[in-house]
């Protein structure tokens, strides 16, 4: 058995503790679902587990051959490489061979008569036969096929940062590794790569986290559910149902407790009033106990919320309204004699599959590029905020706080 062990992590950024005391055993074939408040520490603690970043104390126990693969949230690519060259880096010795092999095989098409290449093919396409590296070949086409990513000559600056995301998650399947550390796989996914990939993970051999805020996808993929609460990792058998199941009788549980804690503390409150003197060991100890407990029931009770007031000014019925609108980009036709209005209080979703458009439709609407034909009308008192999926104007050396004022 190949188990995968943590043993009270710590990690802190400044004066926020972030990680307080992370212990848990993810077994050989488990899939677990992390979860937790926005904050809390998900992706840090995967980038701790994949080796990225470091903890402060506490312990990682594995096998010597144990391998772990790591998608983050914005996977560190080469942009001078092509799409096959991100793909196949890596010390994995049967993606080497596979490598290898396609390499010699595109330099074969435009040298056929070369004696040198035709005998490294014969020695790879043995090498193919001892690996069954023709099984791992047919799956590694069909995750890129899955993931949209068919031009794998492409260099990988000229990608979006979602087609990024994706090759980087291609990578990472690609390897087969005993740990999948997935962090927002989804993200960048269009419905039919993300039904195919909720299926390739249930079936999984190896061990998996991954962290998303898809529920439907934590129902689907995973065996095991572990929640980040207050630096400490709450763990529930079963799938995200089976976890909202168990959580709300634990909070059933947890709240008759928290009762009698209060009771407890006030009664201890009042005692402490009257002048409480730590004159034995006795009354030292119980000042401890006292103090021990103020501290649980601030944090219990806590629950400071971060306000946020906007000055709203008055808008029409009408948000904006197109007539006759079309849109291509480098040859792609993305809208067409489009008509469309939207009205206040509209809650509209753009879907389609991945490379139709999308992101582009929205860089029109919100001005950044013009439409090629038609009107688009934008009401008087609008206004228009957008989010991006990069947004390079972010200044990365102000705090949050400065940035948002």
């Known amino acids: 058995m190949k188990d995968f062990r943590v043993d009270h992590l710590k990690k802190s950024y400044g ?23 926005n904050g809390t520490g998900k992706s840090t603690l995967l980038s701790i587990l994949a080796g990225v970043d470091f903890a402060e104390s506490g312990d990682i126990t594995t096998s010597n051959d144990y391998r772990i693969g790591y998608l983050s949230q914005q996977p560190e690519l080469d942009d001078e490489d092509t799409i096959f060259e991100a793909l196949y880096k890596g010390d994995h010795p049967t993606l080497k061979v596979v490598h290898d092999y396609e390499e010699v095989v595109e330099q074969l098409r435009e040298n056929p008569t070369s004696e040198s290449l035709t005998k490294r093919y014969s020695v790879l396409e043995q090498k193919m036969n001892e690996i069954d590296g023709w099984q791992v070949e047919v799956q590694i086409k069909t995750i890129l096929q899955k993931m949209g990513l068919t031009d794998i000559q492409k260099k990988v600056g000229t990608l979006s940062g979602g087609q990024k995301k994706r090759v980087g998650l291609a990578k990472v399947l690609m390897e087969e590794p005993d740990l999948l550390l997935l962090d927002e796989p989804t993200n960048h996914l269009d419905l039919e790569a993300i039904e195919w990939l909720e299926g390739y993970l249930a079936n999984y051999k190896g061990a998996m986290m991954l962290v998303t805020h898809d ?3 934590l129902e689907r993929a995973v065996t095991h559910m572990f929640e ?54 006795k009354q030292q100890a119980r000042i401890h106990r ?10 219990t009770t806590s629950n ?5 007031e906007f000055d709203q000014a008055r808008i029409g019925k009408r948000v904006f309204q197109m007539e006759d609108v079309g849109l291509s980009i480098n040859g792609q036709q993305i809208v067409k004699n489009l008509d469309w209005i939207i009205q206040s209080q509209a809650r509209v979703g753009i879907a389609g599959v991945n490379g139709v458009g999308k992101s582009t439709f929205l860089n029109a609407i919100a001005g950044q590029i013009p439409f090629d034909s038609g009107q688009f009308v934008v009401g008087e008192t609008v206004r228009i905020a957008y989010y991006k999926q990069q947004d390079e104007d972010i200044p990365m050396d102000k705090q949050l706080i400065q940035y948002l004022r």
């Open 15 to 37: 004066a926020k503790s972030l990680l307080e005391d992370v212990s848990f055993i993810i077994n050989e074939g488990e899939h677990v679902g992390l979860i937790g408040q």
């Open 215 to 217: 529920r439907y996808f």
């Open 228 to 281: 980040l609460v207050n630096g400490r990792i709450e763990a529930y058998e079963g799938n995200y149902e089976s976890y909202l199941e168990q959580r709300s009788q634990r909070e059933q549980i947890a709240a008759r407790m928290s009762q009698k804690q209060k009771r407890l503390y006030l009664s201890e409150l009042e005692w402490m009033r009257q002048g409480a003197q730590a004159r034995s060991t």
């Open 304 to 308: 400071d919320k971060l306000v946020m």
């Open 290 to 299: 006292f103090e021990a407990l103020e501290k649980e029931v601030k944090q």
